[in-house]
C-alpha cells in the first residue's frame, strides 16, 4: 500500500522538480537537517538533563527559555526530511529503518505532548535546587531515548536497508 502510494509520490510535479535540483539541494538538506538535529537533540536533551536531576542549581523555567529553539531544529528537520522523502520516496517507504525512525518521533512527539500539557506547570513551579518527581524524570528519560533513537535510525538508513526496497 506504502509503495503504491510512493509510486505515486514520485510521478508528482513537486517530486520531479526536487528530483531534478537533487545535485545541490540533496548535500544543503543533509547539511540543515544536522544542523537542526544538533539544535533539536542539544537544547531539549539540556532541558531532559535538568529535568532528570542533573545541574539542579538552574531553574527548570530558565532551560526551558531556550526550547523556542529546540522547536526551530525540530521545523528545519521536518522541512529537509520531508524534502528527501518527497524526492526519493520508494528509497524510504521501502525500508523498515525509516518506519522505526517514524515510529519513533511519534513517541518523541507524543511524549513531549504529554509533557506539555500535564507536567509543563508542575515542572516550572520547582525552584533552583530542587529534585524532580519521578514522573518528571520518565518523561525526560523517555525524551532522550526516542530523540537519540530517531537521530540512530536516521544515520543508519542507508545501512540498514530492510524491506521491500532493499534492492533499490
Ligand atoms: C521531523 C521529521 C523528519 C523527517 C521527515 C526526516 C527524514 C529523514 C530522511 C528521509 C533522511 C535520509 C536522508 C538520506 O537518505 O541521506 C534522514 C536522515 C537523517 N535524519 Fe532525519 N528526519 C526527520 C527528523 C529527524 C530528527 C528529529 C533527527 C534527530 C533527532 C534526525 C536525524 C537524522 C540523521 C542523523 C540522518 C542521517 C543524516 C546523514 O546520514 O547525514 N531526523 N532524515
Redesign the pocket.
Known amino acids: 500500500m506504502f509503495l503504491g502510494f510512493a509510486s505515486w509520490l514520485h510521478k508528482t510535479p513537486i517530486s520531479l522538480a526536487l528530483q531534478h535540483q537533487v545535485a545541490w539541494l540533496w548535500p544543503v538538506c ?1 547539511t540543515l ?2 544542523a537542526g ?1 544538533a539544535l ?2 542539544g537544547v531539549a536533551g539540556m532541558f531532559d538533563l535538568r529535568l532528570l536531576g542533573f545541574m539542579k542549581r538552574v531553574p527548570i523555567g530558565v532551560v526551558k527559555e531556550l526550547m523556542p529553539l529546540a522547536l526551530v531544529g ?1 521545523t528545519l ?2 522541512l529537509t ?2 524534502i ?2 518527497i524526492s526519493q520516496p520508494a528509497q ?1 517507504f521501502g525500508n523498515y529503518t525509516w518506519w522505526l ?1 517514524v515510529t519513533l ?1 511519534l513517541i518523541a512527539g507524543l511524549n513531549a505532548l504529554i509533557f506539555e500539557t500535564v507536567y509543563a506547570g508542575r515542572a516550572a513551579s520547582i525552584p533552583a535546587g530542587d529534585d524532580t518527581p519521578f514522573a518528571l524524570k520518565a518523561v525526560a528519560a523517555l525524551s532522550l531515548i526516542s ?1 537519540f533513537g ?2 540512530w535510525a ?2 543508519m ?2 545501512f540498514i536497508k530492510l524491506g521491500p526496497a532493499a534492492t533499490l
Do not use: A, M, T
Request: hydrophobic fraction near 60%; proline fraction near 4%; glycine fraction near 8%.
Open positions: 543533509e537537517h544536522f538535529l533539536l537533540i525540530f528537520n521536518l526530511g520531508l528527501f522523502v524510504y525512525k518521533l530523540w530517531v537521530l536516521g544515520r538508513l542507508p
